[in-house]
């Protein structure tokens, strides 16, 4: 089955500063990758994802990266507001139609 | 994207009774939905997927007889867990199942905490 590693389990920034979580997966299969925001006591809610056939996508403050020969891909977050503090989950899928979800990322963003 | 409703959002109960908790998807058919179980700091766990119509299908080590449930139609799906105890506490999340692909929405989530 598919394996997501996801680093760093806890990532501390100053206000405006970029954050990176990097994520790696072991199914080749695995074609679609959604990133997550969990807010404390709300369930995750979907910030942006990207498929296989894209190497990168941005939505303004928030970028995601994908290199399917390494199986990695990464979240980037540029000019971090305190609000960005968060758990930030990254997921694989496609080979399953069950999603698996790394550890999470714990962001905290000091203003 | 799916809306995803849960009820109750938190629930306080004494040990050895029962809780119902609702999810309802309110703008999508869902034949299928995931329930997730979450404890602190950790990530999503995969407990059972709910099919409408027919039993779910449970993760390995999830006890079918203590944590029921029942998908009656293309919108709602419940979890019951029966005979709750303090080790039953924990955040309870549900999500429609889509295909390979398709981005997976959430519910807000159910505090439990067994007293």
């Known amino acids: 089955g598919e394996n997501v590693e996801q680093h760093p389990s806890t990532l501390s920034v100053q206000e405006g500063d970029s954050a990176v979580i990097k994520c790696t997966y072991s199914d080749s299969a695995s074609n679609y990758f959604p990133w997550y925001k969990q807010e404390l006591g709300k369930g995750p809610q979907l910030i942006i994802d990207?498929?296989?056939?894209?190497g990168e996508k941005k939505d303004q403050r928030i970028a995601v990266t994908l290199n399917k020969t390494a199986k990695h891909f990464s979240l980037h977050i540029t000019e971090t507001q305190p609000e960005d503090s968060a758990v930030y989950f990254c997921a694989a899928t496609g080979g399953s139609y069950i999603p698996t979800f790394g550890r999470g990322t714990s962001l905290i963003v000091h203003p | 994207g799916a809306v995803v409703s849960q009820h109750p959002s938190r629930v306080i109960c004494k040990s050895g009774t029962s809780v119902k908790i609702e999810c309802r998807s309110l703008?999508?058919?869902?034949?299928?939905m995931f329930w997730y179980r979450q404890f602190p700091k950790k990530s999503l766990m995969l407990m059972a997927t709910?099919?409408?119509?027919?039993?779910?299908?449970?993760e390995q080590g999830v006890e079918k007889d203590k944590f029921l449930i029942n998908h009656a139609s293309l919108t709602l799906s419940t979890l019951t867990v029966t005979s709750a105890h303090p080790e039953d506490s924990s955040f309870y999340i549900c999500s429609p199942g889509v295909a390979p692909e398709e981005t997976q929405y959430f519910g807000p989530g159910t505090r439990l905490l067994v007293l």
């Open positions: 990207i498929r296989s056939n894209v």
């Open positions: 703008d999508f058919q869902a034949t299928t």
């Open positions: 709910s099919n409408e119509g027919s039993k779910a299908t449970y």
